[in-house]
T-cell receptor, first 113, second 113 residues
Framework: NAGVTQTPKFQVLKTGQSMTLQCAQD?????MYWYRQDPGMGLRLIYY???????DKGEVPNGYNVSRLNKREFSLRLESAAPSQTSVYFC????????????FGSGTQLSVL | AQSVTQPDIHITVSEGASLELRCNYS??????LFWYVQSPGQGLQLLLK??????LVQGIKGFEAEFKRSQSSFNLRKPSVHWSDAAEYFC???????????FGRGTSLIVHP
């Protein structure tokens, strides 16, 4: 059982570079999420996809774009990375029902210099 | 909109001592409530959840939590802490019809031998 798989695990970028964080789940979940985690800030939602074909902004969407490529995959793109985007990024998924738990990936640690 | 407050940023306990982590929520109706644990370098894992029924909920690893509507609280407890319980703990609240659970800022648990 792979669950939620995120790649890469670590990444260092220079300011202005672009990159895409990949996320895939094998649990046939409808909803997928991207969070960032910063010290003292907890988890903040960047974007989410309630179902295949839909995406919506979360609390901190500026500087990011997402693509729900299919039911399994939900990618997060940084078009022009900034030092403020240095963070740990988590992808999560769950079934559509709102009382179900989230399944999290192991995270991507991103540093922007 | 719902919100979650975890008043304690850090909690330090001795191994074998009891533990209570506080969580207060704000939501107009009956919420869905969750506690997640994050071990160092890992994603979040569900400890327990409440969405209806018995207000005392049992979870994994010997944890329990009690939903108190009158106090808008969902505190996490464990009678005897083990060194392996050292981690970050997150309370989260969900609402009926919403795809977006809201996370607290987390409480870091430090366990002294």
């Amino acid at each position: 059982n792979a669950g939620v798989t995120q790649t890469p695990k670590f990444q260092v970028l220079k300011t202005g570079q672009s990159m895409t964080l990949q996320c895939a789940q094998d649990m046939n979940h409808n909803s997928m999420y991207w969070y960032r985690q910063d010290p003292g800030m907890g988890l903040r939602l960047i974007y989410y996809s309630a179902s295949e074909g839909t995406t919506d902004k979360g609390e901190v969407p500026n500087g990011y774009n997402v693509s729900r490529l299919n039911k399994r995959e939900f990618s997060l793109r940084l078009e022009s990375a900034a030092p403020s985007q240095t963070s740990v990024y988590f992808c999560a998924s769950r079934q559509a029902t709102t009382n179900e738990k989230l399944f999290f990936g192991s995270g991507t640690q991103l540093s922007v210099l | 909109a719902q919100s979650v407050t975890q008043p304690d940023i850090h909690i330090t306990v001795s191994e074998g001592a009891s533990l209570e982590l506080r969580c207060n929520y704000s939501y107009g109706a009956t919420p869905y409530l969750f506690w997640y644990v994050q071990s160092p370098g890992q994603g979040l894992q569900l400890l327990l959840k409440y969405f209806s029924g018995d207000t005392l909920v049992q979870g994994i690893k010997g944890f329990e939590a009690e939903f108190k509507r009158s106090q808008s609280s969902f505190n996490l407890r464990k009678p005897s802490v083990h060194w392996s319980d050292a981690a970050e703990y997150f309370c989260a609240v969900g609402a009926w019809g919403s795809y977006i659970p809201t996370f607290g800022r987390g409480t870091s648990l430090i366990v002294h031998p």
